[in-house]
């Protein structure tokens, strides 16, 4: 059962919590790591991981866990104030058959807009990071700014 599986260290938010990977940062501080995701579904998708190792939502700490809806939630006001979006979609997937695809917990911040179109899940395109960075510096404007 894949929810009950052991965590492997070289999934790519590991690598990118060790440095090894290029983000597009949004925030981080001694528990939490936010960034832009690579293959947006939606413009501003954005990623929000514990440093904390777990694979999926009920493998971790309930601790850690509500430090990090804390901080999804911070950050989703943020980007309200960024991209004005319509309505913010917070998605989180639990084993691959249920959509998984990295496992390391993560909650997933969609800003949409009405009549645009979200793209599925994983069939995003991957995204120029220099508008990557460019979507974070204003996320991270609408953060430190209120
Ligand atoms: P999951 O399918 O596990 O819920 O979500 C994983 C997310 O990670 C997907 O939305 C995918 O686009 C994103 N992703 C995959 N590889 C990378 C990467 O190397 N960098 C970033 N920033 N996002 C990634």
Same mark, same amino acid.
């Given at each position: 059962?894949?929810? !009950?599986?052991?965590?492997?260290?070289?999934?790519?938010?590991?690598? @990118?919590?060790?440095?090894?990977?290029?983000?597009?940062?949004?925030?981080?501080?001694?528990?939490?790591?936010?960034?832009?995701?690579?293959?947006?579904?939606?413009? &501003?998708?954005?990623?929000?991981?514990?440093?904390?190792?777990?694979?999926?939502?009920?493998? /971790?700490?309930?601790?850690?866990?509500?430090?990090?809806?804390?901080?999804?939630?911070? @950050?989703?006001?943020? @980007?309200?104030?960024?991209?004005?979006?319509? &309505?913010?979609?917070? /998605?989180?997937?639990? &084993?691959?058959?249920?959509?998984?695809?990295?496992?390391?917990?993560?909650?997933?911040?969609?800003?949409?807009?009405? &009549?645009?179109?979200?793209?599925?899940?994983? !069939?995003?395109?991957?995204?120029?990071?220099?508008?990557?960075?460019?979507?974070?510096?204003?996320?991270?404007?609408?953060?430190?700014?209120?």
């Amino acid at each position: 059962m894949s929810l !009950s599986g052991t965590y492997d260290p070289s999934n790519i938010f590991a690598k @990118i919590l060790a440095g090894n990977i290029p983000c597009a940062q949004v925030y981080e501080d001694d528990r939490v790591l936010s960034f832009m995701d690579a293959f947006p579904q939606t413009r &501003g998708h954005t990623l929000v991981i514990p440093k904390a190792r777990s694979r999926n939502l009920f493998d /971790t700490d309930p601790e850690e866990l509500a430090n990090l809806i804390k901080k999804t939630q911070m @950050i989703g006001r943020a @980007i309200e104030t960024a991209f004005s979006p319509d &309505g913010i979609v917070i /998605t989180q997937f639990n &084993g691959a058959p249920a959509g998984q695809t990295v496992f390391h917990l993560h909650f997933h911040i969609l800003p949409r807009y009405s &009549g645009d179109e979200m793209a599925k899940h994983t !069939s995003g395109q991957m995204a120029d990071m220099e508008e990557l960075n460019t979507q974070a510096a204003l996320i991270q404007a609408a953060l430190y700014n209120n």
